[in-house]
């Protein structure tokens, strides 16, 4: 842990470096004239290559062994890229469970994801509303977990959105 005169310091360091990064392009290139084309060039195609780099880095958890495992991550990633925010895992499943198209009604659906997921970091919650994604509810008994999982770490508010909803037919 940093002592005090360290965490000014670490602050100073850092206003000055974000400072002259703003300020640099303005003492370089401003002259009346129109940019270089070098500096036109990576204007136009860096922010895409970033926001390309913050998606894969959003995904690198994510197992892609089976659409269960990537969908909900990269709708998550979609719907962070639109709202202009960034993805982050808030959760993890703690232990394996049956697949839930297996089970036999509400209450077995519960039982089942009953603790199986648990908080990354709470912190990253704490007083936030956060918005849940999974790809497909039926019962709703995962995204139900999850939730309430977020509300017990500290979550003010939890939204939870879904890209279809199925009924069981048994």
């Not at 206003?15 to 004239?33: C, K, Q, S, Y």
Request: positive net charge; charged residues 20%; contains cysteine.
């Amino acid at each position: 842990m940093l002592s005090t005169a360290g965490a000014v310091a670490a602050i100073a360091v850092m206003a000055i470096i974000t400072f002259l990064t703003r300020a640099l392009p303005f003492l370089l290139f401003d002259r009346g004239e129109s940019p270089p084309k070098l500096v036109l060039y990576l204007g136009r195609v860096l922010p895409p290559a970033i926001i390309a780099m913050l998606i894969v880095y959003c995904l690198k958890g994510v197992s892609f062994a089976t659409p269960a495992g990537w969908v909900p991550a990269l709708l998550a990633s979609a719907a962070a890229l639109e709202l202009g925010e960034v993805a982050v895992e808030t959760l993890r499943k703690g232990r394996n469970t049956e697949a839930q198209s297996g089970l036999d009604g509400d209450a077995a659906r519960r039982a089942n994801v009953l603790g199986a997921y648990t908080a990354v970091d709470a912190e990253l919650v704490e007083g936030k509303r956060v918005l849940l994604i999974d790809d497909v509810i039926t019962t709703g008994a995962t995204i139900s977990e999850c939730a309430r999982i977020l509300r017990t770490v500290g979550a003010r508010e939890v939204v939870c959105a879904t890209l279809a909803r199925a009924r069981d037919q048994k």
